[in-house]
């Protein structure tokens, strides 16, 4: 099993404003149009889960299994090439000052881990500092 980890970004907004606004994924329905198209197409959403379609790979689907109020989401895939869990991690420092990471697991032979453990940990990346720039109070 890989696991790959983003960096730990720092959000403005309480645990509990980010886990109500991400935890049901519906919300962030509106930033759809702020995602590279280049990256990232057709994407869809309902509360509990999410596709789009990433060339070259094709069409992703990923469904929350497991919320941990103010703490964790998990995300199990439905749809990928691979597949793997993604975690996101809600960490309290202080009343408005939210610790986030983004982790991934998945089965993944040693020579494909070579080709795309970078490319992964920088969508880790841009995902966990989009998830702490988010404006909470507006979704």
Known sequence: MTTIESTITKSSYSDEKIFS???????????????????VQNISFDADSCSFDVPPLGQVSLRIIE????KTIKFGSDQ????????????????????IKVTLKAEINMMIKMMVEKPIKEML??????LAALPYDEL
């Open 21 to 39: 606004v991400i935890s049901d994924l519906r919300n962030l329905e509106r930033l759809k149009d702020k995602l590279p198209q280049d990256k």
């Open 67 to 70: 919320r941990e109020p103010n």
């Open 80 to 99: 990928s090439p691979i597949a793997f869990n993604l975690w996101i991690q809600l960490k309290s420092v202080a009343e408005d000052d939210t610790r």
């Open 125 to 130: 990346n841009k995902m966990a500092e989009m």
